[in-house]
Protein backbone atom coordinates (compact mmCIF):
# COMPACT_ATOMS: atom_id res chain seq x y z
CA UNK A 1 0.00 0.00 0.00
CA UNK A 2 0.76 3.79 -0.65
CA UNK A 3 2.66 5.16 2.48
CA UNK A 4 2.18 8.79 2.18
CA UNK A 5 4.93 11.12 4.09
CA UNK A 6 3.88 15.06 4.66
CA UNK A 7 7.08 17.42 5.68
CA UNK A 8 7.39 18.40 9.28
CA UNK A 9 4.35 17.94 11.20
CA UNK A 10 4.49 22.05 11.57
CA UNK A 11 5.64 24.82 9.85
CA UNK A 12 5.55 28.44 11.17
CA UNK A 13 5.54 31.45 8.93
CA UNK A 14 5.20 34.86 9.00
CA UNK A 15 2.01 36.58 7.37
CA UNK A 16 2.91 37.67 3.92
CA UNK A 17 5.18 34.49 2.81
CA UNK A 18 4.62 32.04 0.49
CA UNK A 19 3.95 28.81 2.82
CA UNK A 20 5.16 25.64 0.71
CA UNK A 21 3.71 22.31 2.19
CA UNK A 22 5.53 18.90 1.08
CA UNK A 23 3.27 15.54 -0.08
CA UNK A 24 5.55 12.92 -0.76
CA UNK A 25 4.28 9.07 -1.86
CA UNK A 26 6.56 6.14 -2.35
CA UNK A 27 5.17 3.68 -4.35
CA UNK A 28 3.49 3.87 -8.31
CA UNK A 29 1.80 7.17 -8.81
CA UNK A 30 -1.59 7.65 -7.97
CA UNK A 31 -4.23 8.99 -10.51
CA UNK A 32 -5.52 11.91 -8.50
CA UNK A 33 -4.11 13.43 -5.44
CA UNK A 34 -6.45 15.95 -3.29
CA UNK A 35 -5.65 18.65 -0.71
CA UNK A 36 -7.93 19.69 2.41
CA UNK A 37 -8.05 21.86 4.85
CA UNK A 38 -8.77 20.97 8.87
CA UNK A 39 -9.26 22.90 11.78
CA UNK A 40 -9.33 22.14 15.19
CA UNK A 41 -12.93 19.84 16.11
CA UNK A 42 -13.80 20.01 12.56
CA UNK A 43 -14.00 17.80 9.51
CA UNK A 44 -11.56 18.07 6.49
CA UNK A 45 -12.76 20.49 3.74
CA UNK A 46 -11.60 20.14 0.17
CA UNK A 47 -9.27 22.59 -1.37
CA UNK A 48 -7.89 21.00 -4.47
CA UNK A 49 -7.43 18.26 -7.01
CA UNK A 50 -4.75 17.45 -9.09
CA UNK A 51 -4.50 14.32 -11.79
CA UNK A 52 -2.13 12.86 -12.97
CA UNK A 53 -1.28 14.51 -16.28
CA UNK A 54 -1.15 17.90 -14.70
CA UNK A 55 1.43 19.53 -14.05
CA UNK A 56 -0.22 22.46 -11.73
CA UNK A 57 -3.90 23.86 -10.44
CA UNK A 58 -4.66 27.25 -8.75
CA UNK A 59 -7.26 28.53 -7.12
CA UNK A 60 -6.94 32.07 -5.89
CA UNK A 61 -4.00 31.88 -3.16
CA UNK A 62 -3.48 28.15 -3.84
CA UNK A 63 -1.22 26.19 -6.25
CA UNK A 64 -0.91 22.75 -6.26
CA UNK A 65 1.90 20.71 -8.25
CA UNK A 66 2.29 16.80 -9.18
CA UNK A 67 5.54 15.57 -9.90
CA UNK A 68 5.21 11.83 -10.94
CA UNK A 69 8.88 11.49 -11.37
CA UNK A 70 9.57 13.16 -8.11
CA UNK A 71 6.67 11.21 -6.67
CA UNK A 72 5.75 14.50 -4.66
CA UNK A 73 3.13 17.28 -4.59
CA UNK A 74 3.83 20.88 -3.58
CA UNK A 75 1.12 22.98 -2.13
CA UNK A 76 1.73 26.78 -1.91
CA UNK A 77 -0.50 29.31 -0.18
CA UNK A 78 1.07 32.73 -1.26
CA UNK A 79 0.39 36.11 0.83
CA UNK A 80 -0.47 34.06 3.91
CA UNK A 81 -2.96 34.99 6.54
CA UNK A 82 -2.88 34.10 10.15
CA UNK A 83 -6.74 32.70 8.78
CA UNK A 84 -4.66 30.14 7.07
CA UNK A 85 -3.26 28.63 9.94
CA UNK A 86 -4.66 24.74 9.82
CA UNK A 87 -4.14 21.63 9.61
CA UNK A 88 -3.61 20.70 5.90
CA UNK A 89 -3.84 17.30 4.51
CA UNK A 90 -2.77 15.41 1.33
CA UNK A 91 -5.03 12.18 -0.11
CA UNK A 92 -3.76 10.04 -2.95
CA UNK A 93 -6.59 8.64 -5.26
CA UNK A 94 -4.96 5.40 -7.14
CA UNK A 95 -8.05 5.98 -9.46
CA UNK A 96 -9.60 2.64 -11.42
CA UNK A 97 -12.26 0.80 -9.83
CA UNK A 98 -12.18 1.62 -6.13
CA UNK A 99 -14.15 4.27 -6.35
CA UNK A 100 -13.48 7.47 -3.48
CA UNK A 101 -10.44 5.59 -1.64
CA UNK A 102 -8.05 7.96 -0.52
CA UNK A 103 -4.88 7.59 1.51
CA UNK A 104 -4.66 10.65 3.67
CA UNK A 105 -1.23 11.55 5.29
CA UNK A 106 -0.90 12.98 8.31
CA UNK A 107 -0.53 16.54 7.82
CA UNK A 108 1.34 19.38 8.41
CA UNK A 109 -0.11 21.88 10.82
CA UNK A 110 0.56 25.27 9.50
CA UNK A 111 0.80 28.97 11.74
CA UNK A 112 0.96 32.08 10.17
CA UNK A 113 2.02 34.56 12.73
CA UNK A 114 1.12 38.67 12.14
CA UNK B 1 -28.28 24.05 5.54
CA UNK B 2 -25.92 21.83 6.53
CA UNK B 3 -24.51 19.50 3.48
CA UNK B 4 -23.08 15.99 5.91
CA UNK B 5 -24.47 16.18 9.56
CA UNK B 6 -23.55 13.37 12.13
CA UNK B 7 -25.13 12.58 15.83
CA UNK B 8 -24.40 12.43 18.39
CA UNK B 9 -21.07 15.00 18.40
CA UNK B 10 -19.85 13.50 21.28
CA UNK B 11 -20.01 10.05 22.60
CA UNK B 12 -18.54 8.69 26.17
CA UNK B 13 -19.90 5.18 26.95
CA UNK B 14 -17.98 2.34 28.54
CA UNK B 15 -16.22 -1.07 27.36
CA UNK B 16 -18.12 -3.43 26.44
CA UNK B 17 -21.63 -1.07 25.49
CA UNK B 18 -22.80 -1.18 21.80
CA UNK B 19 -23.48 2.32 19.61
CA UNK B 20 -24.56 3.90 17.02
CA UNK B 21 -23.20 7.22 14.96
CA UNK B 22 -25.93 8.38 12.36
CA UNK B 23 -24.92 10.31 9.26
CA UNK B 24 -27.05 12.09 7.12
CA UNK B 25 -26.50 14.13 4.21
CA UNK B 26 -28.34 16.45 1.20
CA UNK B 27 -25.72 17.11 -1.24
CA UNK B 28 -27.65 14.74 -3.80
CA UNK B 29 -24.32 12.31 -3.37
CA UNK B 30 -24.52 9.01 -4.27
CA UNK B 31 -21.53 7.83 -1.96
CA UNK B 32 -20.39 7.79 1.37
CA UNK B 33 -17.84 6.80 3.72
CA UNK B 34 -17.13 6.23 7.23
CA UNK B 35 -13.48 7.61 8.64
CA UNK B 36 -11.50 7.14 11.67
CA UNK B 37 -9.01 9.60 13.07
CA UNK B 38 -7.00 8.43 15.65
CA UNK B 39 -5.42 10.30 18.32
CA UNK B 40 -2.52 11.01 16.34
CA UNK B 41 -4.37 12.85 13.65
CA UNK B 42 -4.23 10.01 11.21
CA UNK B 43 -7.34 10.22 8.87
CA UNK B 44 -8.30 5.99 7.77
CA UNK B 45 -11.13 4.98 5.35
CA UNK B 46 -13.38 2.29 7.30
CA UNK B 47 -16.17 1.97 4.56
CA UNK B 48 -17.74 3.10 1.31
CA UNK B 49 -21.26 2.97 0.33
CA UNK B 50 -22.41 3.50 -3.43
CA UNK B 51 -25.74 3.69 -4.26
CA UNK B 52 -26.63 1.45 -0.89
CA UNK B 53 -24.05 -1.32 -1.90
CA UNK B 54 -20.73 -1.58 0.11
CA UNK B 55 -17.63 -1.07 -2.41
CA UNK B 56 -15.09 -0.15 0.38
CA UNK B 57 -14.62 -2.56 3.59
CA UNK B 58 -11.11 -1.86 5.09
CA UNK B 59 -9.55 -3.89 7.22
CA UNK B 60 -11.98 -3.21 10.07
CA UNK B 61 -13.14 -5.53 13.36
CA UNK B 62 -16.39 -7.15 12.28
CA UNK B 63 -17.95 -5.15 15.92
CA UNK B 64 -18.16 -2.35 13.20
CA UNK B 65 -21.09 -2.98 10.95
CA UNK B 66 -22.35 0.03 8.50
CA UNK B 67 -25.63 0.08 7.13
CA UNK B 68 -27.13 2.21 4.48
CA UNK B 69 -30.76 2.58 4.43
CA UNK B 70 -30.81 4.77 1.85
CA UNK B 71 -28.19 6.87 -0.65
CA UNK B 72 -28.59 9.71 1.89
CA UNK B 73 -28.04 8.20 5.09
CA UNK B 74 -25.31 6.09 6.55
CA UNK B 75 -24.74 4.81 10.33
CA UNK B 76 -21.94 3.46 12.50
CA UNK B 77 -23.22 0.73 14.79
CA UNK B 78 -20.14 -0.98 16.93
CA UNK B 79 -20.12 -3.85 18.98
CA UNK B 80 -18.17 -4.17 22.58
CA UNK B 81 -16.72 -0.72 22.61
CA UNK B 82 -12.74 -1.62 23.20
CA UNK B 83 -10.81 1.04 24.44
CA UNK B 84 -8.54 1.50 21.02
CA UNK B 85 -12.25 2.42 19.30
CA UNK B 86 -11.76 5.69 21.35
CA UNK B 87 -11.14 8.16 18.39
CA UNK B 88 -13.13 10.34 15.74
CA UNK B 89 -15.45 9.06 13.71
CA UNK B 90 -15.97 11.22 10.71
CA UNK B 91 -18.46 10.73 8.01
CA UNK B 92 -18.09 12.07 4.11
CA UNK B 93 -20.00 11.76 0.78
CA UNK B 94 -19.47 12.40 -2.54
CA UNK B 95 -19.95 11.73 -6.26
CA UNK B 96 -18.78 9.33 -8.05
CA UNK B 97 -18.19 7.71 -11.40
CA UNK B 98 -15.68 5.75 -12.82
CA UNK B 99 -13.08 7.77 -15.03
CA UNK B 100 -13.39 10.78 -12.88
CA UNK B 101 -13.10 11.96 -8.90
CA UNK B 102 -14.97 14.12 -6.89
CA UNK B 103 -13.90 16.14 -3.96
CA UNK B 104 -15.39 14.45 -0.72
CA UNK B 105 -17.02 16.87 1.83
CA UNK B 106 -17.03 15.60 5.78
CA UNK B 107 -19.53 15.71 8.71
CA UNK B 108 -18.13 17.50 12.05
CA UNK B 109 -17.11 14.59 13.38
CA UNK B 110 -18.23 12.58 16.47
CA UNK B 111 -16.04 12.46 18.84
CA UNK B 112 -16.24 8.52 20.77
CA UNK B 113 -14.27 8.25 23.92
CA UNK B 114 -14.55 4.54 25.87
CA UNK B 115 -13.55 4.36 29.44
Known amino acids: SQKIEQNSEALNIQEGKTATLTCNYT??????LQWYRQDPGRGPVFLLL?????KEKRKERLKVTFDTTLKQSLFHITASQPADSATYLC?????????????FGRGTQLTVWP | DTAVSQTPKYLVTQMGNDKSIKCEQN?????MYWYKQDSKKFLKIMFS???????INETVPNRFSPKSPDKAHLNLHINSLELGDSAVYFC??????????????FGPGTRLTVT
Open chain 1, 27 to 32: NYSPAY
Open chain 2, 49 to 55: YNNKELI
Open chain 2, 92 to 105: ASSHTSVGARYEQY
Open chain 1, 50 to 54: IRENE
Open chain 1, 91 to 103: ALDEGGSTLGRLY
Open chain 2, 27 to 31: LGHDT
